[in-house]
């Protein structure tokens, strides 16, 4: 069994849609990023290159590379599954959590978890997310934006 561990955060931006586990969720803003911005799919990716000692998102997927400007998450998470794959690997399970204090992510998650799993080749029950708050605390509990971390285990 081998273990990653991914972390993403991102700033609240106006005129984007907030995307999340590849799921539109209603919010006033959405991420600022190169790509959709998607912290849910951003960190999970680099919990899978972390388990499979392949590095990060930003090395398949450099954010100066203009091929990535826009681009889908969910699409990004599936072609780094498939190096984790190509080195002899497949994937087992995923926990994820959600820090943020808006908007609440509960009426969204069986769909993330679905979406998620699907780019894996897995069963939604393989995945999980939930959501918390920072409390009001620092940048996220002031609404400045969101933060995600992963953990993957792959065999």
């Not at 803003?29 to 919990?47: C, E, P």
């Not at 998450?73 to 599954?81: D, F, T």
């Not at 994820?96 to 993330?112: L, S």
Request: no cysteine; net charge neutral; glycine share 14%.
């Amino acid at each position: 069994m081998r273990v990653g561990i991914g972390y993403d955060s991102h700033r609240f931006a106006d005129g984007r849609k907030l995307i999340l586990g590849g799921v539109e969720v209603p919010h006033s803003q959405g991420l600022a990023g190169h790509s959709d911005a998607d912290a849910v799919a951003h960190a999970l990716t680099d919990a899978i290159m972390g388990a499979a000692g392949l590095g990060d998102i930003g090395a398949l997927f450099p954010d100066t590379d203009a091929r990535w400007k826009n681009a889908d998450s969910i699409s990004l998470l599936s072609q780094a599954y498939r190096k984790v794959t190509e080195a002899g690997l497949r994937f087992v399970s995923a926990d994820i959590t959600v820090i943020a204090e808006q908007p609440r992510i509960g009426p969204y998650v069986g769909e993330m978890r679905r979406k998620l799993a699907g780019a894996l080749s897995a069963a939604a029950g393989a995945v999980s997310v939930k959501g918390k708050s920072n409390e009001g605390m620092g940048w996220i509990g002031n609404g400045e934006g969101l933060a995600v971390i992963a953990v993957a285990v792959l065999q």
